[in-house]
């Protein structure tokens, strides 16, 4: 089942008993978090009846949907955790496995030449469906805009929108080690609260006099509250909002911009999804549809919006102000900017703040009875731990297209999506895995992953503990590559922002050693502790070859936890110590004193804690 719009999906998921109203009054500072993490650990409803092939032992994950009828202080009921299951995530997608989603675009990306004529007619019948997956752009007006309110009638106020705050710290720099006060950074009218779940709609300066713009580009980043009638645009700068506001910049003009909310559910699934270059977010989400987004003119700026969006916010990004990278040592922000940040993110620490360009509203267009759809942000497994292993499912074949010698892969939890990646091959030459590696770390969003394990055919890539005993017998000699590249902009333990190490594991002609691998646990006072608790750890157990070191107060015991804080804070060209048969990973929290072969330790976040202490 398809859904046309957002309210439709809620419906479908309030019949299936997979929705939960409440009509008790919620703050949006932090009490909406508080609800969504009680669901995300919960055993949900429906369990889906092909997520345990891939992640077993989370399918039964995710709880309720909530439907929160009455925000404090705001004009509009909120949906959260609708995406926040496996059963869920494909109900959105039209109720079918992830896949078979994927075999369907194997069977396109398998596509031979034609020969002859009989073969031109049989593929034209083939691709005949894509013809009608294309966006149908419409006069007139959409259900997003059954009312409008302009800012230049003073008709607008962001504040009245249920944006909420999801951590304590979010929004306040001097909670995170800045001597500068939300005041100081120009935010704390909005009080810390971000919008997580909006699909943003840009496009290319160079197409902005084209009816049909080729560039019109989705993407789902966050965006900090400023005050009635301002935002600031977070996007990295990787990414293709950030591109399209670099064109902006070059030409001198503020860059136009649609936050859209709600709409056909596989539009929000589409906005994450990171597809190839030039393959539109929309045609996906049309494809994933059966057919074309439909989409109308905004109201105020020269973009098309999905027609059956709950909501629109319009605007104009500023230009003016120098890139991220500022610190407040550096002199003045500069015009148009803002301190955004710190906010609490999905790796389980707070990223920290950094300039970014406002966003002047122009207009609110909504559904009269409109939904507001976000989602918090955070440790996994959140909402878009779902997404993303969705996408890990239903991208396996334009994977392969890239890499053919990948046979599958998968993204672990703890990874956080660009920390960890297991992948699969059939090894048949020597190095064939360090092949694989070198592969992965230029193919696409791939690129930012920071540890790399290869196996063989014979490993359940799924089984994470199986493939952690596997790792176990490598030579540690031979079969580790470092490397120095580009890492996502989030990872705090990089020495620079964006750049650092990745590791990669060669595991493909290894056998399982059950004495080979110790863990520990090290109280830091100072820095260089970790270092010399892995040293200790070494002259203690010399039969050891891989030693992995953590932080006091994370159980050892539990895998999951040791190497989601291992991976977050550890750096392959600064924190591996070589002995003899032995080599350390240092994956404790960094401080003065960590530096080493030259490599820096930046400011370090601290760890989300929601106001509850949990």
């Not at 030579?475 to 333990?493: F, K, Q, T």
Request: with cysteine; net charge negative; charged share 20%.
């Amino acid at each position: 089942m398809i859904h046309r719009c957002f309210q439709s999906f809620l419906q479908h998921l309030e019949k299936q008993g997979e929705l939960r109203r409440v009509t008790e009054a919620v703050s949006p500072f932090l009490e909406v978090t508080d609800l969504a993490q009680i669901e995300a650990v919960a055993m949900c409803p429906t369990v889906s009846q092909t997520a345990a092939k891939f992640d077993p032992a989370r399918e039964t994950l995710g709880g309720q949907a909530l439907l929160l009828e009455n925000i404090r202080g705001c004009d509009f009921p909120l949906a959260i955790n609708t995406f926040g299951s496996y059963y869920r995530m494909e109900q959105s997608l039209g109720g079918t496995g992830f896949d078979e989603i994927a075999k369907t675009i194997a069977g396109f990306t398998n596509l031979s030449p034609p020969s002859g004529l009989n073969d031109l007619i049989s593929l034209a019948k083939q691709l005949k469906p894509l013809m009608k997956m294309k966006p149908k752009r419409k006069k007139g007006s959409g259900i997003c805009q059954e009312v409008v309110k302009l800012v230049k009638d003073c008709d607008v106020d962001l504040t009245r929108i249920p944006i909420i705050k999801c951590w304590p710290f979010d929004g306040d720099p001097r909670k995170v080690g800045y001597d500068m006060s939300p005041e100081d950074s120009g935010t704390h009218s909005g009080g810390g609260r971000f919008i997580t779940f909006g699909g943003m709609h840009t496009i290319h300066a160079n197409d902005r006099n084209e009816t049909k713009p080729r560039s019109h580009n989705i993407g789902m980043y966050r965006a900090q509250l400023v005050d009635e009638t301002h935002l600031a645009m977070h996007c990295h700068v990787s990414h293709d909002g950030a591109a399209h506001w670099r064109s902006w910049k070059e030409l001198g003009e503020p860059m136009p911009i649609a936050i859209c909310f709600g709409g056909e559910t596989t539009l929000t699934y589409a906005a994450t999804c990171p597809l190839p270059p030039g393959m539109s977010e929309l045609l996906m989400a049309g494809f994933l549809q059966g057919k074309g987004i439909e989409m109308v003119h905004a109201k105020t700026v020269p973009l098309w919006v999905p027609a059956n969006s709950e909501m629109v916010i319009e605007g104009f990004v500023n230009t003016d102000c120098g890139p991220c990278g500022w610190d407040p040592s550096d002199g003045e922000l500069g015009e148009g900017a803002v301190f955004e940040g710190p906010f609490g993110d999905h790796t389980g620490y707070y990223s920290m703040p950094d300039r970014y360009p406002l966003v002047d509203v122009t207009a609110v267009t909504h559904r009269k009875n409109a939904v507001f759809p976000t989602t918090v942000v955070g440790p996994p497994p959140q909402e878009d731990y779902y997404l993303g292993k969705a996408t890990e499912r239903i991208m396996l074949p334009l994977l392969q297209v890239m890499i053919p010698d990948i046979i599958d892969y998968h993204l672990p939890m703890f990874g956080t999506f660009h920390n960890c990646l297991f992948v699969k091959i059939k090894p048949e030459y020597k190095e064939h895995a360090r092949k694989v590696m070198h592969g992965i770390w230029g193919a696409g969003q791939l690129a930012w992953t920071k540890i790399l394990v290869i196996v063989n055919e014979t490993v359940d890539i799924h089984n994470e503990r199986e493939v952690f005993e596997v790792i176990s017998g490598i030579d540690v000699h031979n079969d580790i590559e470092v490397v120095r590249g580009a890492l996502d902009i989030l990872d705090h333990a990089s020495p620079e922002i964006g750049s650092g190490g990745k590791l990669g594991f060669d595991a493909t002609n290894s056998q399982p050693n059950e004495n080979a691998i110790h863990i520990i646990s090290v109280k830091k006072n100072k820095g260089g502790d970790g270092a010399l608790g892995i040293e200790i750890e070494h002259q203690k157990k010399p039969d050891a070859s891989m030693i992995f070191a953590v932080d006091d107060g994370i159980d050892v015991t539990k895998f999951g936890e040791v190497f989601f804080h291992f991976a977050a804070c550890f750096d392959p060209l600064r924190d591996m110590h070589y002995f003899d048969n032995c080599i350390g990973f240092d994956g404790t929290t960094k401080m003065e004193g960590d530096e080493r072969n030259g490599k820096a330790v930046r400011p370090w976040p601290p760890k989300l804690v929601g106001h509850n202490g949990d």
